[in-house]
């Protein structure tokens, strides 16, 4: 941890932290309307999900090749804009083409082929019903760009985006020891993250072992999730040999706002937990 580091972490609830270098979380939109560019980082994407990115082809068949590097078992599917009008309107989504391995690609997956028409093109990473995949993709072509760039749509949507408060507990831990949770009660904790893409640690403690779990929510994603919408965090609290306390989560984002964390009792009796988020551009 360097000294920029040390200055500018703010911890929620003091606690003991090591520090790990893992994949980070950023930005995917969970349907069409919301595609933008791929990013340069690594991606977090959790069981069921789907992450969906947009290009735009000349369409005059020049090859487009999609890479794919990832840690887990999510793959991506290539649609062509008819294929997602046709989805949207009852029928079943059917793909131009899947990533699939190639020994000659430097990436995991690999898709290679074009277009005859001038369009935008649609390309979805999915996650099957267990597990967390991270993973990093890549689109190009001689006559490929992106209407949405990943950074432009991160600004737009992260920054302009005010937190709404739970209707549920709003409780967040007392900043001279453990908090308390009644089995099943929810607390949400929330933290301002300047978007300077500096790595985020959150680290949590809990006693008994293990009772409370806690995931990580975008300001976006926080104001589809205060409308009903059924959408998931970016990320969840998991084990790490590595960091200190039960369950932890380390990724960054582009993009400024207030971020929140659920913490929840999982289990059946009273539990105690500590909260601590640390990072180069957090506050309170």
Do not use: C
């Amino acid at each position: 941890m360097n000294g920029n580091f040390g200055r500018k972490a703010v911890a929620l609830v003091l606690g003991l932290l090591m520090v790990m270098t893992s994949a980070v979380s950023v930005f995917a939109a969970s349907g069409p309307e919301s595609a933008t560019a791929p990013g340069d980082g690594w991606v977090q994407i959790q069981a069921g999900e789907s992450q969906w990115y947009t290009f735009h082809d000349e369409g005059n068949n020049n090859q487009i090749l999609v890479k794919m590097n990832v840690s887990g078992q999510a793959g991506f599917a290539v649609y062509t804009p008819a294929e997602v009008a046709a989805w949207q309107s009852g029928a079943a989504l059917t793909p131009v083409g899947n990533g699939s391995a190639d020994a000659y690609s430097d990436a995991d997956l690999t898709w290679a082929g074009n277009f005859n028409q001038s369009d935008d093109y649609y390309v979805v990473v999915s996650q099957g019903d267990s597990g967390t995949s991270n993973y990093n993709l890549s689109i190009s072509g001689a006559t490929v760009w992106f209407p949405i760039p990943a950074e432009a749509a991160m600004t737009a949507t992260e920054t302009a985006t005010e937190m709404t408060p739970a209707t549920d507990s709003v409780t967040t831990p007392a900043a001279d020891g453990p908090a308390t949770l009644q089995p099943g009660e929810e607390a949400v904790v929330s933290f301002v993250y300047d978007g300077n893409s500096g790595q985020i640690l959150a680290s949590l403690d809990s006693n008994p072992d293990s009772a409370v779990i806690f995931s990580v929510w975008t300001p976006t994603q926080w104001q589809l999730r205060s409308e009903g919408q059924d959408i998931a965090p970016i990320g969840q609290g998991s084990y790490n040999a590595y960091v200190a306390g039960d369950l932890s989560w380390s990724g960054n984002f582009n993009g400024a706002g207030i971020y929140n964390i659920i913490v929840k009792n999982n289990s059946s009796q009273t539990a105690t937990y500590t909260l601590t988020v640390t990072g180069d551009g957090v506050s309170q």
